[in-house]
Structure formats: structure tokens, C-alpha cells
């Protein structure tokens, strides 16, 4: 809390900005959507900060959840062709295509959760 009254106190400075009321009204929609307000916004953007809203936690949390499916749907595939000596191109393929799209969305997770 400290930090953030420290941080009040020095930003005294004022920039003027003038936009359309659509331009207007999409900052203060995507501030909203980032828990910020207008200010903060902007200056996050000006100043290239990192910032994560709540979507991309959801989005996170939804591809977790989907690399896990994609896992066991593998592993069953798995099971299926090892206790039936189930040789055939398709469960190979499958497999393998289950193999990459797990692979993506891994990929995927390590660059969002930077």
C-alpha cells in the first residue's frame, strides 16, 4: 500500500489527450476489462508494461485445463493400441496429432505465463 501512495504522490504531471468519443469509449472499455482506470490504462500502454486481464487468465486457465483432456484422451489411445495390438495408421496418427496439439498449447502457456 505503501508503494502505491508513494507512486500517488510523485505523478503529479498531467498529459491532455484528445480522441474520438469511440476511441473513448473503447480505453475506458478495455481499462474496465483490465481492472484499471483510464490513467493507468494508458500509461501501461504508452510505457509497454506487461499487463495481464482477467480473459487471459481465463483463457490460461482454459488451455490448462484442455492440456490435461488432451493428455488422457493420449494416454487412452495409448492403452487401447498397447492392450489390443492395435497396429493401424489412424491410431498412430491420432495419437500424434494429440502429441502436437498438446505440444502447442504447452508452447502457448510458456509465452502467456511469462
Not at 62 to 85: E, S
Amino acid at each position: 500500500m505503501e508503494s502505491n501512495n508513494r507512486r500517488k504522490a510523485t505523478q503529479t504531471k498531467k498529459i491532455l489527450i484528445r480522441c474520438s468519443p469511440e476511441q473513448h469509449e473503447k480505453i475506458f472499455n478495455n481499462a474496465s476489462l483490465n481492472k484499471l482506470n483510464a490513467s493507468q490504462y494508458i500509461l501501461k500502454r504508452a510505457l509497454k508494461e506487461d499487463f495481464k486481464n482477467e480473459s487471459d487468465h481465463e483463457l490460461i486457465s482454459t488451455l490448462i485445463q484442455m492440456k490435461a483432456d488432451l493428455a488422457r484422451l493420449g494416454n487412452l489411445f495409448k492403452l487401447c493400441i498397447d492392450q489390443h495390438d492395435i497396429n493401424s495408421e489412424q491410431f498412430k496418427d491420432t495419437v500424434n496429432n494429440i502429441k502436437k496439439i498438446s505440444s502447442n498449447i504447452s508452447l502457448f502457456l510458456e509465452k502467456k505465463l511469462k
